[in-house]
């Protein structure tokens, strides 16, 4: 049904590939005026669509959130998307890997909702959506120590924000994936191909894990966001809302 999001304004983290990319472009289809943004402006470039404008932003600068918020103005939608996989056990995780991890994976992801829904309450309302992981509160995997931690704090934060706001027009869910085929998981593929002997061989063990045989897609991780965002959800609020093709089975 096209047009579910027409007259609507997001605004969209780490939109310059991946989830973030497919989603923008998911919004900006549905009608939506989509503001896109990622740290990196090249993997802006390519990024584009009718209704749908790029801007750079770094999420751990403060003063850039304050900034990008008083420039979109007041959003209907917000996709908090920005964050980072860390390949880790408690035993193994730095101080510096921790302080990065919840810097970029839950104290950013605060501050840009800090900084959008005072304009969410002038408006009546909006729908804001964080990007957690089936890795977290709802199930624990080998070597994503420090990932699972901050994305179990994202389920917190969300449920948070939705209790505080419920009365006031304001959703908030968060999406948890189990492995989706992006850049991020590329990386990580390329990071383990040493051990497991070759790249196949490391991509193959994340596709095993999968109980349909198969990783996910950014489109489809899109279309959960987008239903979330729109009207449709509008009974939805404080959840963490698993699409991981039956890994927790």
Known sequence: MAGRLAGK???????????????????AAEGARVVATDRDPALLGTLAAPGLTTAPLDVLDDAAI????????????LFNCAGFVHQNTILSCTDQEWDFGFALNVRAMWKVAQAFIPGMLAKGGGSIVNMS????????????????????????LTKSIATEYVGQGI???????????TPSLHDRIAANAAA??????ARTA?????????????PEMAALV????????????????VIDGGWTL
């Not at 420039?71 to 939608?77: E, K, N, Q, T, Y």
């Not at 509160?137 to 994202?154: E, M, Q, W």
Request: glycine residues 10%; charged residues 15%.
């Open 171 to 181: 959703r908030c869910n968060c999406l948890c994936p189990g492995t989706v085929d």
């Open 226 to 241: 987008v239903y979330l965002a729109s009207d449709e959800a509008a009974f939805v609020t404080g959840q963490p809302i």
């Open 66 to 77: 304050t900034a990008a918020a008083k420039a979109a103005g007041p959003v209907d939608i």
């Open 196 to 201: 497991a002997g070759s790249v196949e061989a």
């Open 133 to 156: 992981s089936a890795c977290s509160s709802v199930k624990g995997a080998p070597n994503r120590f420090l990932y699972g931690t901050t994305k179990a704090a994202v389920v917190g």
């Open 9 to 27: 304004l997001c605004f969209v983290t780490a939109a310059g590939q991946g989830i973030g990319r497919a989603t923008a472009l998911a919004m």
């Open 206 to 218: 994340f596709v095993a894990r999968q109980a349909m045989g198969r990783l996910a897609t950014a």
